[in-house]
């Protein structure tokens, strides 16, 4: 079972340069949503989206695009990369719950480094 | 705006002891209540999601409970083991459709 799935998992940048972390599910969860996780700030939501074609901004969305074109996919993209940058990013999934997501399904993480 | 701590952020204790990990929050309009288990290096994994109208959720050694009265949920495990060494985090809503806040973590270590 591939649950959900972030390439890549290593990925060093240069100030300026973009990149897109890839996000992939096959559970045929309708909300995804990316965090990064940085030391002592926790976790941090940065955008989600609740179907194909919805997205919506979370906590720390600047300097972060995104885009929902179809239920499994949902790619993060970096426009200019900077070193406040540097993080480690999760993707994580989950069905419609009551009143908002369900339980929660996490990828591996993409460890981003910029210099 | 719904905060979530976690209290104590490290704890470390001798194989076979029973332990709680505390979460709070000041929102008690949540729909429900998750906590997770993160291993260095890792992403999380799901541990328990307990729905607003449950008071407690049960997994093996794990039981979580949950009281929205007094803003507060725990983690009960059962006879630790050193496997059971990760940091541990819990995540409610956080008042947006789709936006769960999470504590810092308690990070377990269980000594053999």
């Known amino acids: 079972n591939a649950g959900v799935t972030q390439t890549p998992k290593f990925q060093v940048l240069k100030t300026g340069q973009s990149m897109t972390l890839q996000c992939a599910q096959d559970?045929?969860?309708?909300?995804m949503s990316w965090y990064r996780q940085d030391p002592g700030m926790g976790l941090r939501l940065i955008h989600y989206?609740?179907?194909?074609?919805?997205?919506d901004q979370g906590e720390v969305p600047n300097g972060y695009n995104v885009s929902r074109s179809t239920t499994e996919d949902f790619p993060l993209r970096l426009l200019s990369a900077a070193p406040s940058q540097t993080s480690v990013y999760f993707c994580a999934s989950a069905p419609r719950g009551t009143q908002g997501p369900g339980e929660l399904f996490f990828g591996e993480g993409s460890r981003l480094t910029v210099l | 705006k719904q905060e979530v701590t976690q209290i104590p952020a490290a704890l470390s204790v001798p194989e076979g002891e029973n332990l709680v990990l505390n979460c709070s929050f000041t929102?008690?309009?949540?729909?429900?209540l998750q906590w997770f288990r993160q291993d260095p290096g890792k992403g999380l994994t799901s541990l328990l999601l307990i729905q607003s109208s449950q008071r407690e959720q049960t997994s093996g050694r794990l039981n979580a409970s949950l009281d929205k009265s007094s803003g507060r949920s725990t983690l009960y495990i059962a006879a630790s083991q050193p496997g059971d060494s990760a940091t541990y985090l819990c995540?409610?809503?956080?008042?947006?459709?789709?936006?769960?806040?999470f504590g810092k973590g308690t990070k377990l270590s269980v000594k053999p």
């Open positions: 995540a409610a809503p956080g008042g947006s459709q789709g936006n769960l806040i």
């Open positions: 559970m045929n969860h309708e909300y």
């Open positions: 989206s609740v179907g194909a074609g919805i997205t």
């Open positions: 929102d008690s309009a949540i729909y429900n």
